[in-house]
């Protein structure tokens, strides 16, 4: 794959004279316009892959509001792929215009195939996945988020060598493909945070799957009830984190990141002196969908 790649920058956000903390902001949502952040380290080397291996078609999988669909779609697009993404939930069929990150994967010409939530909870099998090479022919199979052995390689391009002064790495977790690049990449006196999306621990199994190192901890008290659960309190914060510094964040990932970890500066978690830095993967495609659902409840939007 190769796009033209805009440089990601660190932006400094926060420096706390009574906490004694400087906290930057890696921007690697800039990087590219519809595929940012980790979404564009993940499909880097999955994309020279299936090149390499004569693949006209990539084929994954998602949710109603997923930027790795949405990723997807527009790298494909790019690069002369077709397109195939398996959506949770049939009830989407129905409501696909309505949806803006589907239109949006459709118009990049993504053909989708809608299964039932009880259906995509065998995605990983083999009699399904043998289904749907029946159905459309030879594909090349991106797991769900992206994350795969190719995907943390890309991922470990993140951290470059002026990063290696930061004390603390700081990033959103969803797979845990984006946190173990990060890990595998991180020098030996950086501690790496990964700050989870979803309720519970048992991401901790995945991740440690794909590293070596121990220097990482998941930090679970900021999922907001979770995956794409979130209150007032943090849309207040995202929206003031936009006007305070200019920066936008995601409900689903990189605003839970930032709220936690401002949070826990006011804890004094971190030693005085530390230097933060943050990784801004993405992810803000899907803030239309949310402020549709926001809307409907009559709740404050992100701005």
């Not at 090479?133 to 943390?152: K, M």
Request: aromatic share 12%; charged share 25%.
């Amino acid at each position: 794959m190769i796009f033209k790649l805009e440089h990601s920058i660190n932006q400094p956000v926060v420096f706390s004279k009574n906490k004694g903390v400087t906290l930057f902001v890696k921007r690697e949502d800039s990087i590219h316009p519809f595929v940012s952040g980790n979404k564009y380290r993940k499909l880097k080397y999955n994309l020279i892959e299936a090149k390499k291996k004569g693949f006209k078609t990539l084929l994954t999988f998602g949710g109603a509001y997923s930027n790795h669909i949405a990723a997807v779609a527009a790298a494909g697009e790019q690069q002369g792929f077709k397109t195939i993404g398996v959506i949770r939930g049939d009830e989407l069929f129905n409501a696909l215009e309505n949806n803006p990150t589907l239109s949006f994967a459709k118009q990049c010409g993504m053909q989708f195939k809608f299964v039932s939530r009880e259906e995509y909870r065998n995605k990983t099998t083999k009699k399904f996945i043998g289904n749907l090479d029946n159905e459309f022919g030879a594909f090349y199979l991106i797991p769900e988020g992206g994350t795969n052995t190719l995907a943390i390689k890309g991922c470990e391009e993140i951290l470059s060598e002026t990063d290696k002064d930061f004390d603390f790495i700081c990033t959103a977790v969803g797979t845990g493909g984006t946190v173990s690049g990060l890990i595998n990449a991180s020098k030996p006196n950086q501690q790496v945070l990964g700050f989870s999306a979803l309720k519970g621990d048992f991401l901790k199994e995945d991740i440690s799957k794909f590293v070596t190192k121990t220097n990482w901890k998941l930090v679970t008290d900021y999922h907001f009830g979770g995956y794409a659960k979130i209150n007032e309190a943090l849309i207040s914060f995202i929206n003031d984190f936009k006007k305070d510094h200019q920066i936008q964040l995601d409900p689903v990932y990189t605003g839970k990141m930032m709220f936690g970890i401002f949070d826990l500066i006011d804890k004094g978690f971190f030693p005085k002196g530390s230097k933060i830095l943050a990784i801004h993967t993405g992810g803000l495609q899907g803030i239309v969908g949310m402020n549709a659902i926001l809307k409907k409840k009559n709740l404050q939007i992100i701005e």
